[in-house]
């Protein structure tokens, strides 16, 4: 192969062929992929050097306003539905596992341990809501001490995280009980805009995107020998379901919100409150598909 005098054609495979000593074979072919789909794109787009250098700056954007408690990266990975593509090669779930969708970045680790049945709202106004749920494995068997985190926006679209304070608000830990089984209080949580006063929020307004996510409630949930579950449950009804600025509703996570009827459990003087009821399987441990 010649070593100069490189074409627009072929610059490509004189590239590729530079890394052909890589020792670690899996970097050389993310590499090697990488340069090929690159300057295919390069000869697609045919950028100007103006729109060249006008990336670059948006990358370099991206990672400036990037810091412990802000990943833009990942805010560009997720409006890209690179974040969802990644989770579904990665989470192709058997039958009777729950689905998956993105983490987010609003997930604290560690969060408060709460008895089973807490209020998580921390006094906060909205409609009270009750959810229960039970964690199994795929094949329905139900895992006893399960841990299950939950976190959510309030009723106004902020996390804890995002608000003045340092008290855990909409967010706990339980641990489930020798059937699989939980519950606990929190509030309806409402639709809200991911972080859009960066770059992310440039290309959304430049391309007429909003950047609203529709309501609804994470869960992280774990037990030994299986796959931690990291996904949503969507309310049904919400204006957002079909355009999620992250690509990350699944048909299977909403979930209705039905109205509570009878004495609210452990809240017995609540005139008005909303429940909701989901099974929650857990893919085996290093079980492919
Ligand atoms: C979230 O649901 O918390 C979230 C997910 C992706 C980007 C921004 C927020
Ligand atoms: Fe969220």
Do not use: C
């Amino acid at each position: 192969m010649s070593t100069r005098d490189f074409n627009e054609h072929s610059i490509t495979d004189a590239v590729i062929g530079r890394f052909a000593s890589t020792p670690d074979l899996r970097l050389k072919q993310i590499l090697d992929s990488l340069v090929r789909h690159a300057h295919d794109f390069i000869r697609d787009v045919e950028p100007t050097y103006d729109e060249w250098m006008a990336a670059i700056m948006f990358l370099t954007r991206t990672g400036q306003i990037s810091d412990d408690k802000r990943q833009e990266f990942i805010l560009l990975s997720d409006t890209l539905g690179i974040s969802m593509l990644v989770d579904a090669i990665n989470h192709r779930q058997p039958a009777g596992a729950t689905e998956t969708t993105v983490l987010g970045p609003f997930y604290v680790q560690n969060p408060p341990v709460k008895p089973l049945g807490a209020d998580i709202s921390a006094g906060l106004e909205g409609t009270p809501l009750y959810v229960s749920g039970q964690v199994t494995a795929a094949d329905g068997r139900p895992l006893g001490g399960a841990w299950v985190d939950v976190w959510q926006s309030d009723n106004d679209g902020f996390y804890d995280v995002q608000k003045e304070g340092e008290d855990p608000e909409l967010r706990a830990r339980f641990i489930a009980d020798e059937n699989g089984r939980f519950a606990l209080w929190t509030l309806v949580p409402r639709w809200y805009p991911i972080p859009n006063d960066g770059p992310v929020g440039e290309m959304l307004a430049a391309t007429r995107r909003h950047p609203n996510r529709p309501s609804h409630i994470h869960f992280m949930i774990g037990h030994e020998g299986y796959e931690t579950l990291v996904t949503h449950l969507f309310v049904d009804g919400d204006p957002y379901l079909d355009s999620d600025a992250v690509f990350g509703v699944k048909q299977s996570l909403i979930v209705d919100l039905d109205g509570g009827k009878g004495p609210a459990p452990g809240r017995p003087e609540l005139k008005s409150w909303k429940k909701l009821d989901h099974r929650f399987g857990l893919k085996p441990a290093g079980r492919q598909g």
